[in-house]
């Protein structure tokens, strides 16, 4: 699976930002919607952590407890992509960000995602 994210840029604290990421190259017999989705990001010297993640069918989310009620995941399976809306940012939201695919449809973030697209930045500025 290939995962191709875009939407990354800079953003004034306070600003919103759309992360996209379109999924390609599946398997004989599985689709975008055999897969659960998600975000992680990885900061200037810090671990890579999870961000949201959304299972199949798009009807359960979780949310990292420093961007809940701020970032909302969802996915389109007609388009093979998973977004990441992020509002009121804030300049600790500074990182990459690395959309992911599990192999498990119901995967909710809590162990290391099957695959990983290459990140794209984002940097809020204060």
């Known amino acids: 699976v290939q995962l191709q994210a875009s939407g990354g840029g800079l953003v004034q604290a306070g600003g919103s930002l759309r992360l996209s990421c379109t999924a390609s190259g599946f398997a004989s017999g599985y689709s975008f919607s055999s897969y659960a989705m998600g975000w992680f990001r990885q900061a200037p010297g810090k671990e890579r952590e999870f961000v949201a993640a959304?299972?199949?069918?798009?009807?359960?989310?979780s949310y990292a407890d420093s961007v809940k009620g701020r970032f909302t995941i969802s996915r389109d399976n007609a388009k093979d992509t998973v977004f990441l809306q992020m509002n009121s940012v804030k300049p600790e939201d500074t990182a990459v960000y690395y959309c992911?695919?599990?192999?498990?449809?119901?995967?909710?973030?809590?162990?290391?995602?099957?695959?990983w697209g290459q990140g794209t930045q984002v940097t809020v500025s204060s």
């Open positions: 992911v695919a599990d192999d498990h449809p119901y995967w909710s973030g809590t162990s290391p995602p099957t695959y």
């Open positions: 959304v299972i199949w069918s798009g009807v359960r989310k």
